[in-house]
């Protein structure tokens, strides 16, 4: 039994990277793992009209700018359940700029874009840039959308590739 979804590895035996899912594809509230309970609680629901378009999540082992764990989305056509854990590859990385939960300055709050390793349909995505920019420009909207109401003036800064993904989950473990 996992007693703290946090402090599991970020990489598996094969080297690809874990996400823990908290809320997923569909799912019309945010979802938050939160340690000291070791359980899911929702964070807050949605803006009306919007549902995760693919599981949402984080990596396990990190730690952001933000001091939570990075940020994750797993872009696949299914749908798993909060505490799930994918074995998953970068795609890439959205730079994402915002107030800081303190109101004191700003701070990075980048979204990382995921594929799971046995997702046999997306075998063709190496990058972000495999995705159209229609696809993109969704998923920056659903991202400026979903903060709209919390006080957060999220700022796209852009995209970066499957290496800058990388290097964010090494920095954000110390290794």
Same mark, same amino acid.
Not at 45 to 57: A, H, Q, S
Not at 75 to 84: E, H, I, L, M, S
């Given at each position: 039994m996992v007693s703290d979804f946090t402090q599991l590895p970020a990489r598996g035996e094969q080297g690809a990277l874990h996400v823990v899912v908290e809320s997923p594809r569909g799912s019309t509230v945010k979802l938050k793992y939160e340690p000291k309970l070791r359980a899911f609680t929702i964070s807050r629901?949605?803006?009306?009209?919007?549902?995760?378009? @693919?599981?949402?999540? @984080?990596?396990?082992?990190?730690?952001?700018?933000d001091g939570d764990p990075l940020d994750a989305m797993v872009?696949?056509?299914?749908?798993?359940?909060?505490?799930?854990v994918l074995p998953c590859r970068a795609l890439g990385v959205l730079q994402v700029e915002q107030n800081q939960s303190g109101g004191q300055g700003r701070e990075r709050n980048d979204r990382l874009l995921m594929?799971?390793?046995?997702?046999?349909?997306?075998e063709h995505l190496r990058?972000? +840039?495999?995705?159209?920019?229609?696809?993109? +420009? +969704?998923? +920056?909207? @659903?991202?400026?959308?979903?903060?709209? @109401?919390?006080?957060?003036?999220?700022?796209?800064?852009?995209?970066?590739g499957p290496e800058e993904a990388e290097r964010l989950v090494k920095e954000s473990t110390g290794g």
């Open positions: 629901p949605l803006t009306r009209g919007l549902r995760y378009p @693919f599981d949402w999540g @984080f990596i396990p082992g990190t730690r952001g700018p872009y696949w056509d299914v749908a798993t359940w909060p505490g799930v594929v799971p390793v046995s997702a046999a349909r997306a990058s972000h +840039e495999d995705l159209s920019q229609r696809e993109r +420009e +969704e998923l +920056e909207h @659903f991202f400026l959308t979903v903060v709209a @109401f919390a006080n957060k003036d999220a700022r796209i800064l852009g995209w970066k």
